[in-house]
């Protein structure tokens, strides 16, 4: 079992930042791939960043790239979420999700077997 727990979310204006942490329990952080997937009200979920074991591979959704950076501190069996310029659409729950069976979990939500609670970004206009 690994257990997940996200910190980092709150409330913000549009254009400002946040980082989300995702402290990861319960298993070998540096065999698991991680990803970050989030869930706006009414809307089914959606992927938005993903990072293999290493942090060598990543992946985002087109929605995020060139302002979302997805890291990992394997020492600190952390992972991260950095969005800049944030939109009010990017408003939503963001939940870290982790896979032991995949070297790279990538954008497939299918792929990820542990699932942390979520923590509530909102984006003001």
């Known amino acids: 079992q690994v257990q997940l727990v996200e910190s980092g979310g709150g409330l913000v204006q549009a254009g400002g930042s946040l980082r989300l942490s995702c402290a990861a329990s319960?298993?070998?952080?540096?065999?698991?791939?991680m990803g970050w997937f989030r869930q706006a009200p009414g809307k089914e979920r959606e992927s938005v960043a993903a990072?293999?074991?290493?942090?060598?591979?990543?992946e985002y959704a087109d929605s995020v790239k060139g302002r979302f950076t997805i890291s990992r501190d394997n020492a600190k069996n952390t992972v991260y979420l950095l969005m800049n310029s944030l939109k009010p659409e990017d408003t939503a729950v963001y939940s870290c999700?982790?896979?032991?069976?995949?070297?790279?979990?990538?954008?497939?939500?299918?792929?990820?077997?542990?699932w942390g609670q979520g923590t509530q970004v909102t984006v003001s206009s």
């Open positions: 999700a982790a896979t032991p069976t995949y070297y790279h979990g990538g954008m497939n939500q299918d792929h990820y077997d542990f």
């Open positions: 319960g298993r070998s952080f540096s065999s698991l791939a």
């Open positions: 990072i293999s074991w290493s942090g060598r591979a990543t």
